[in-house]
């Protein structure tokens, strides 16, 4: 076969080493001025430690969504659908832990009517087990969807609205009381996670820390793989699927693996996600949610790693700041960032370079006039 060559850059090494060393300051200064140093004035209190941890999460969910995106071509509108399954599993597991080992019934048997936590709960008081489900059920799940529709040779927007479609039938039945989780109201009234109270200091600075690992670790391995020769190879399919066919490679399996490492990303990020807010409910499965994450990936750049973290780190801090004091603008404001995006940089903050910024002047900029002999 034909040996693969693109010119296609995985990201920019200067920037990718900068986001790894932050993220890596992060690790060591959160549980430091979370922990010994929280009563100084330097200290982090568990507020902003909780936000850290939960803007942590969503730049996984951003990495998950530009693995698949960014460098496979395959633009998914329905990620909210594995970080909400990730959310729900880990809730399951809290609150059979906290009912078994604990006493503590969970609000879902009250509003229920339920004497006992129904026979799919089997188990969940077992971290381990809940942690080998939030690993298989979205790989499952993304590959027998991902398999269906790559075979098929859905692509483009076709694929894209069919996984809108799915993230919303999957949140009408979430709604439904008569499924076993929650329905409208969710499952909230987490008491412990690994034996340690979820609200104690300690396990929220531990959450973000934990947030911040994973994330760095995300970030590393892919970046790696995307500079292997199977990320050269699913770059070359996203720019020319087709003649990759003619040159005899089977395109279905890379996309599918790409598929579903990206599912399994998003539902970690969820499992992360779900202990540190202490309640999940079907609003994650809102197509809004999903829209979100791909304008995360979109302003930071799409094909860039460290352009998907920075993109969702920036747009969720602002969220954050700015839902506090006008939360009913934020819609309006998120639209602007998509209209910036989509007008001006076509690849996100990518193209904020002094060259790629001036050349317009420099093209507009009339010729200086002939010197008079």
């Given at each position: 076969?034909?040996?693969?060559?693109s010119?296609?850059?995985?990201?920019?090494?200067?920037?990718?080493?900068?986001?790894?060393?932050?993220?890596?300051?992060?690790?060591?200064?959160?549980?430091?001025?979370?922990?010994?140093?929280?009563?100084s004035?330097?200290?982090?209190?568990?507020?902003?430690?909780?936000?850290?941890?939960?803007?942590?999460?969503?730049?996984?969910?951003?990495?998950?969504?530009?693995?698949?995106?960014?460098?496979g071509?395959i633009?998914?509108?329905?990620?909210?659908?594995?970080?909400?399954?990730?959310?729900?599993?880990?809730?399951?597991?809290?609150?059979?832990?906290?009912?078994?080992?604990?006493?503590?019934?969970?609000?879902?048997?009250?509003?229920?009517?339920?004497?006992?936590?129904?026979?799919?709960?089997?188990?969940?008081?077992?971290?381990?087990?809940?942690f080998?489900?939030?690993?298989?059920?979205?790989?499952?799940?993304?590959?027998?969807?991902?398999?269906?529709?790559?075979?098929?040779?859905?692509?483009?927007?076709?694929?894209?609205?069919?996984?809108?479609?799915l993230?919303?039938?999957?949140?009408?039945?979430?709604y439904?009381?008569?499924?076993?989780?929650?329905?409208?109201?969710?499952?909230?009234?987490?008491?412990t996670?690994?034996?340690?109270?979820?609200?104690?200091?300690?396990?929220?600075?531990?959450?973000?820390?934990?947030?911040?690992?994973?994330?760095?670790?995300?970030?590393l391995?892919?970046?790696?793989?995307?500079?292997?020769?199977?990320?050269?190879?699913?770059?070359a399919?996203?720019?020319?699927?087709a003649?990759?066919?003619?040159?005899?490679?089977?395109?279905?399996?890379?996309?599918?693996?790409?598929?579903?490492?990206?599912?399994?990303?998003?539902?970690?990020?969820?499992?992360?996600y779900v202990?540190?807010?202490?309640?999940i409910?079907?609003?994650?499965?809102?197509?809004?949610v999903?829209?979100?994450?791909?304008?995360?990936?979109?302003?930071?750049?799409?094909g860039?790693?460290?352009?998907?973290?920075?993109?969702?780190?920036?747009?969720?801090?602002?969220?954050?700041?700015?839902?506090?004091?006008?939360?009913?603008?934020?819609?309006?404001?998120?639209?602007?960032?998509?209209?910036?995006?989509?007008?001006?940089?076509?690849?996100?903050l990518?193209?904020?370079?002094?060259?790629?910024?001036?050349?317009p002047?420099?093209?507009?900029?009339?010729?200086?006039?002939?010197?008079a002999?």
């Open positions: 076969m034909a040996k693969i060559q010119d296609a850059r995985v990201d920019r090494p200067l920037l990718f080493r900068i986001v790894a060393i932050c993220l890596l300051a992060l690790i060591v200064a959160v549980p430091l001025l979370g922990g010994p140093l929280s009563g004035a330097l200290g982090l209190t568990p507020y902003l430690a909780n936000i850290i941890g939960q803007i942590a999460t969503f730049a996984l969910l951003a990495l998950a969504l530009d693995l698949i995106w960014g460098f071509g633009l998914s509108l329905g990620h909210g659908l594995f970080f909400a399954m990730g959310g729900y599993l880990i809730a399951m597991h809290m609150l059979k832990a906290g009912y078994v080992y604990g006493g503590v019934t969970p609000d879902i048997m009250t509003f229920m009517g339920w004497t006992e936590l129904p026979a799919y709960w089997f188990g969940f008081e077992s971290f381990p087990y809940a080998v489900l939030i690993l298989l059920v979205p790989g499952l799940v993304a590959f027998l969807y991902g398999w269906m529709s790559f075979r098929s040779r859905v692509s483009g927007v076709y694929f894209a609205i069919i996984t809108q479609a993230t919303y039938v999957a949140m009408l039945l979430m439904r009381n008569d499924t076993g989780f929650g329905g409208n109201n969710g499952m909230t009234g987490f008491s996670l690994l034996g340690v109270p979820v609200g104690a200091p300690g396990m929220v600075t531990g959450l973000a820390t934990a947030s911040l690992v994973v994330l760095l670790l995300a970030f391995a892919c970046g790696a793989l995307m500079r292997s020769p199977f990320g050269r190879l699913l770059i399919i996203r720019d020319d699927e003649r990759l066919r003619f040159l005899g490679y089977d395109t279905l399996w890379p996309k599918l693996a790409a598929w579903c490492l990206s599912g399994v990303l998003a539902a970690i990020a969820g499992a992360l202990p540190q807010v202490g309640i409910n079907p609003r994650l499965l809102a197509p809004e999903s829209i979100e994450i791909a304008v995360w990936v979109a302003l930071g750049g799409r860039a790693l460290s352009g998907a973290v920075i993109g969702a780190i920036i747009i969720s801090a602002l969220k954050f700041w700015l839902t506090g004091f006008v939360p009913e603008a934020w819609p309006f404001i998120l639209a602007g960032v998509v209209l910036v995006v989509v007008t001006l940089l076509p690849n996100g990518l193209d904020l370079k002094p060259q790629r910024l001036l050349a002047l420099r093209r507009n900029r009339k010729p200086a006039p002939e010197p002999e």
